[in-house]
């Protein structure tokens, strides 16, 4: 099968949530104004389909550049430590199409991205509580590291806070 990553659309947006909502807790639930508020916020936003289906959104990343008016905690952790990055807020991958380099596609978009602007870094988070051993191990093949951790929602989430060079 043939995958092709574009803009994502606003046409795009019920898929997303669907998506977006059915990966809690690796991602928080949003809901239809919350998620268009993100992505017309976000410095990168890509869906990822088949071409032969380029209406099936089949994942979906969304990323900050530094200085963006987001209140996420882990954004902010970031950015008090450096304004030369791109934080991947949050990507999904559709059930039935994990295990297929997707997510490794839409990272490749977000590395693209933080070449063009000459970012150092990709930030992102994984829970470590609830755990999320899968997600972990992908970033570590991505070349991910942990430079910290981070409690939120009233200690009831705990993040690795992950870095990856862009060079």
């Not at 574009?6 to 046409?11: C, F, G, K, Q, V």
């Not at 898929?15 to 990966?23: D, E, H, I, P």
């Not at 807020?89 to 590395?111: C, H, K």
């Not at 994984?126 to 999320?132: D, E, I, L």
Request: hydrophobic share 50%; charged share 15%.
């Amino acid at each position: 099968m043939t995958y092709a990553l574009r803009t994502l659309d606003p046409l795009d947006l019920p898929q997303v949530l669907t998506l977006n909502n059915a990966a809690v807790p690796a991602v928080n639930a949003l809901d239809a104004d919350s998620l268009a508020e993100l992505v017309a916020s976000a410095a990168h936003s890509v869906v990822i389909t088949t071409v032969d289906d380029a209406a099936t959104v089949l994942g979906f990343v969304i990323g900050f550049a530094p200085f963006a008016e987001y209140a996420s905690e882990n954004y902010r952790w970031f950015e008090a430590r450096s304004n030369d990055f791109l934080y991947v807020d949050r990507i999904v991958v559709a059930p039935n199409a994990r295990s297929q380099g997707l997510g490794e596609v839409l990272y490749g978009s977000v590395f693209q991205a933080a070449r063009e602007v000459q970012a150092a870094e990709v930030f992102c988070e994984v829970n470590t509580f609830p755990p999320n051993p899968r997600s972990l191990a992908f970033h570590a093949r991505l070349g991910f590291t942990a430079i910290g951790e981070h409690s939120t929602k009233g200690d009831t989430v705990v993040v690795a806070l992950l870095a990856a060079s862009v060079s």
